[in-house]
C-alpha cells in the first residue's frame, strides 16, 4: 500500500539554526499538510497546499515557517531560526481529490532544538 | 474556532469488556474522522464519517456520527490487548478543499488482560 514517507526520522538542531523536514507524498496525492504535536498533546495545523501555493495556514505558522514542493514529489517545511518551542514530532499527511477520503500521513520526525 | 472535545482522555478497561469514546465538536461538520495512534508512530485512519447517522464497524471498532447533535462515538466492543492505543477523533469543518482537520486531545485506551 502506498504511503507517505518522511525523513529524517529524528532531527536534533541548535536554537537559532535552521531546519528542512522532507516529506514525500503518496504519487497520486494532491492536497498536502503538515501537523505537529508536542509530547504529549494533540496533533496541531500547520499548513495546507494544494495546487503549488498554500491553500490555509494556522496561527502556529509565522514567518518563520515556509512550505515547498521544489520538484514535483517532495514536499518540504521550513523553520527559519528555531526556538525551544519548536521541538515537537512534525507530520506531514496527504491526500487524494475527492474530499471522501482521509489524510494519510507519515511516520513523522521527531524534531528536537537543544 | 472549532473546538472538538473527547472523553475520557484516559481509559483502562479488562479485556472482554465494552466502552465508549464520545468526540463532542461545536461548529458544523460533515466530515468527521478516527485515527489510532500507537507510542512513538504514525496516525493511521480507522474511519471516515460523512453524513448524520453514518455508522461505520471494523472488527471490534464501531464508530458512529451524529451532525445534529455534533456527536461522535467510538464503541469498543470485547476489547483486547491489541486496542491498547491512543485515539483521536478529527473535525473537518468546510466544504472548501484541502481544509484542515481539528483534532480532539484524544483517548489513551488500556486494555488490561
Redesign the interface.
Known amino acids: 500500500e502506498p504511503e507517505v514517507t518522511q525523513t529524517p526520522s529524528h532531527q536534533v538542531t541548535q536554537m537559532g539554526q535552521e531546519v528542512i523536514l522532507r516529506c514525500v507524498p503518496i504519487s497520486n496525492h494532491l492536497?498536502f499538510?503538515w501537523?505537529r504535536q508536542i509530547l504529549g498533546?494533540?496533533?496541531?495545523?500547520l499548513v495546507?497546499?494544494?495546487n503549488n501555493e498554500i491553500?490555509?495556514k494556522?496561527e502556529i505558522f509565522d514567518d518563520q515557517f515556509s512550505v515547498e514542493r521544489p520538484d514535483g514529489s517532495n514536499f518540504t517545511l521550513k523553520i527559519r531560526s528555531t526556538k525551544l518551542e519548536d521541538s515537537a514530532m512534525y507530520?506531514c499527511a496527504s491526500?487524494g481529490w475527492t474530499?471522501?477520503?482521509?489524510?494519510?500521513?507519515?511516520?513523522?520526525t521527531r524534531l528536537s532544538i537543544l | 474556532e472549532l473546538k472538538v472535545e473527547q472523553n475520557p482522555l484516559f481509559l483502562s478497561m479488562q479485556e472482554g469488556k465494552n466502552y465508549t469514546i464520545y468526540c463532542n465538536y461545536s461548529t458544523t461538520s460533515d466530515?468527521l474522522?478516527w485515527?489510532r495512534q500507537d507510542p512513538g508512530?504514525?496516525?493511521?485512519?480507522l474511519f471516515?464519517l460523512?453524513s448524520n447517522g453514518a455508522v461505520k464497524q471494523e472488527g471490534r471498532l464501531m464508530a458512529s456520527l451524529d451532525t445534529k447533535a455534533r456527536l461522535s462515538t467510538l464503541h469498543i466492543t470485547a476489547a483486547v490487548h491489541d486496542l491498547s492505543a491512543t485515539y483521536?477523533c478529527?473535525v473537518?469543518p468546510g466544504?472548501?478543499?484541502?481544509?484542515?482537520?481539528?483534532?480532539?486531545?484524544?483517548t489513551q485506551l488500556t486494555v488490561n488482560p
Open positions: 492536497y499538510y501537523y498533546q494533540k496533533v496541531e495545523f495546507s497546499f494544494y491553500s490555509e494556522s507530520f491526500r474530499g471522501n477520503q482521509p489524510q494519510h500521513f507519515g511516520d513523522g | 466530515r474522522y485515527y508512530k504514525s496516525l493511521e485512519s471516515v460523512l483521536f478529527a473537518r466544504e472548501t478543499s484541502g481544509s484542515r482537520l481539528t483534532f480532539g486531545e484524544g
